[in-house]
């Protein structure tokens, strides 16, 4: 019974002093009022949006929109002064952030890792087995050690930020069969695989969950410890954008992103803290 008292004050003082960390970083809030629009990347959005719940109920007075869309649609939309946040899942050109004058903040990393239908008894492939399948070279299951069935592709569109540091560091830039079937967000991704016992396609680490299978990559699997560790390199930076330097709400709600309570949501949802 005394361990078990113990146990509970222990809890209740770490839940005491959560809240008052969130309270301290939620101050900048207090006093500010209009509505903060955020679009891109949708890798960012569990963590947005959690941020935003948090924001939006000490402060009833803001009002926080998030939208998916892809990278390059949050370089755009923040550039052209339709929303004050842009999502990013690289780092925006020199060329984008002169045309758009753009600052730039990184608040978290995240792999990138490719995932099958839990059905699926392929769960390991080497850099040379994914490429040949990305490519159309390897088109039947059986051909790395699966059923005699063919494999269907799964890739995003050319905007996405996902789909550029899978590209580049996985596939190592090489080509994409015509014949894959592109979705348009992590989401979108993982409900098609999920759907498809011969579907493979890749997703954010944050997003990986029981409904869809990583796929280990020359023997590492795309797993939060990895990334962190640096073992598993298919991986990138999350990044946020304002135009100009960041300011009134956008500024406080980037700075909040980079507080103690802000970091920790970004572990909480698989990614790798800066700070």
Same mark, same amino acid.
């Given at each position: ?37 955020i679009a891109?990347g ?7 949006k ?7 109920? !000490? /402060?009833?007075?803001?009002r926080?929109? &998030? $939208?998916?869309?892809?990278? @390059?649609? +949050?370089i755009?939309? *923040? =550039? ?15 060329e ?24 699926n008894k392929v ?14 070279k ?20 050319a ?5 550029e ?7 190592q ?8 079937n592109?979705?348009? !967000? /992590? ?5 098609? &695989? $999920?759907?498809?016992?011969? @579907?493979? +396609?890749y997703v954010? *680490? =944050? ?15 795309p ?53």
């Amino acid at each position: 019974m005394q361990n078990l008292s113990k146990i509970f004050i222990f809890g209740l003082l770490c839940l005491l002093l959560t809240t008052a960390a969130q309270g301290s970083d939620l101050d900048a809030f207090v006093g500010q009022k209009g509505i903060l629009k955020i679009a891109g990347g949708t890798a960012h959005i569990p963590v947005m949006k959690e941020a935003a719940e948090l924001i939006m109920t !000490s /402060n009833p007075d803001i009002r926080i929109t &998030i $939208a998916g869309g892809g990278t @390059g649609v +949050g370089i755009k939309q *923040v =550039g052209e002064g339709l929303v004050e946040i842009g999502n990013a899942g690289r780092k925006a050109t020199d060329e984008e952030i002169a045309t758009y004058k753009l600052s730039m903040v990184k608040w978290a990393i995240d792999g990138v890792g490719a995932v099958v239908n839990p059905q699926n008894k392929v769960t390991a492939l080497t850099a040379t087995q994914l490429q040949d399948i990305f490519s159309g070279k390897i088109v039947n299951w059986k051909e790395v050690g699966g059923e005699d069935r063919g494999i269907n592709i799964y890739d995003r569109d050319a905007a996405s930020g996902t789909r550029e540091v899978f590209w580049k560091k996985a596939l190592q830039s090489g080509d994409v069969t015509k014949k894959a079937n592109v979705v348009v !967000s /992590n989401g979108a991704m993982k409900t098609a &695989i $999920a759907q498809d016992p011969y @579907g493979i +396609g890749y997703v954010s *680490v =944050g997003h990986i969950d029981g409904t869809v299978t990583p796929v280990a990559l020359d023997g590492v699997v795309p797993n939060l410890e990895n990334v962190k560790s640096g073992a598993y390199g298919v991986a990138r930076g999350l990044f946020s954008l304002t135009k100009g330097k960041p300011a009134g709400l956008a500024k406080s709600f980037l700075d909040f992103l980079l507080s103690p309570t802000g970091q920790q949501i970004a572990r909480d949802k698989g990614f790798v803290a800066v700070k």
